[in-house]
């Protein structure tokens, strides 16, 4: 392998990326930092359930959040509530995996957790809550945003993204990649530990701003 990219996800999470480096000559290494583990948050779930009839939203802010609330509503005893919600859903990758599980997508946001509390605001009413259903290393932008409109917010934590030990990752070509790719702010810092504290000799992309203050 003469050129080849790293980007810090499984490959299952690559998308048209290497199909679009393969027509340039790159191959794609994936190189997945991080796992996803499932999270219990009975509490979470319960301050849902006490909202009653004001809970009109669900905000998913990853595809992750989208598949891993879907199962963990189901161990709660809480799937209907769940389903029974039009979805603010933060990018398209992110409405894709809510329609995949049969979830309606009333909201498909451009941009972050701060575009989507504005659409949110815009089409949510005074007394409304919304259900944000996140990873437990969220950020608050959409708290921040959503609570500045006066609305509601419960956030119910659905997985955690956990670092994968070195010895478990996979076997790297050899000598320096082309590029590195961080997919965010979480897999920047796990990749910067597996390295030692020496990021490659490369050019480093980011995806998003946040994962650029992080890199």
């Known amino acids: ?28 290494v994936p ?9 219990d948050d009975p509490e979470g779930w319960e301050r849902a359930r006490s909202a009653g009839r004001r809970l009109r939203w669900l905000a998913l802010t990853s595809p992750r959040a989208a598949s891993a609330a879907f199962a963990a509503s189901r161990r709660h ?32 946001g451009r941009g972050g957790g701060r575009e989507l509390a504005a659409a949110l605001g815009a089409a949510a009413g005074p007394d409304d809550v919304v259900l ?4 437990r290393d969220h950020r608050n932008e959409l708290a921040d945003g959503l609570g500045a409109s006066g609305i509601g917010l ?17 076997t790297l070509p050899p000598g320096d990649p082309e590029a590195v790719l961080l997919t965010s702010p ?6 910067l530990e597996v390295r030692g504290g020496a990021p490659f000799s490369c050019s480093h992309f980011a995806m998003g701003e946040t994962t650029a203050a992080e890199a």
Do not use: K
Request: with cysteine.
């Open 154 to 170: 419960v956030a119910v934590i659905a997985y955690r993204m956990d670092a994968v030990p070195a010895e478990q990752l996979p």
């Open 77 to 108: 005893g809480a799937w209907e509530l769940l389903t029974g919600l039009p979805v603010a859903a933060v990018g398209a990758r992110t409405a894709e995996a809510a329609r995949d599980l049969g979830l309606r997508v009333a909201i498909e």
């Open 31 to 39: 190189f997945p930092v991080l796992t996803e583990n499932p999270v």
């Open 186 to 191: 979480h897999a920047t810092a796990a990749y």
């Open 132 to 135: 944000h259903a996140c990873g």
């Open 1 to 28: 392998m003469s050129r080849w990219v790293l980007v810090t996800r499984g490959a299952g999470e690559l998308g048209r990326l290497p199909v679009a480096l393969a027509g340039r000559g790159i191959s794609v």
